[in-house]
């Protein structure tokens, strides 16, 4: 299970997810569509796994390669 909190416009919200690649489209979508968005996944014990990247529309998983979006 995997957790996406993405932050637009001053208002949170999170969303879960089954799996990492439902997480992952979550995340690069919601910042791809708003500019000022941020957002970020989490896996089941809180670390962040995945945060996109809009001006590079990629991320770094934790093993530290790119991830593109």
């Given amino acids: 299970m995997y957790r996406v909190n993405v932050v637009e416009d001053?208002?949170?919200?999170?969303?879960?997810?089954?799996?990492?690649?439902?997480?992952h489209r979550i995340a690069c979508v919601a910042?791809?569509?708003d500019p000022g968005a941020y957002a970020e996944v989490t896996d089941d014990e809180g670390h962040v796994v995945f945060i996109p990247d809009r001006k590079l529309q990629t991320a770094?998983?934790?093993?530290?390669?790119?991830?593109?979006?």
């Fill in 31 to 33: 910042v791809k569509n």
């Fill in 10 to 23: 001053g208002t949170s919200k999170m969303f879960s997810c089954e799996t990492f690649d439902d997480a």
């Fill in 60 to 69: 770094k998983k934790p093993s530290g390669l790119p991830l593109p979006c």
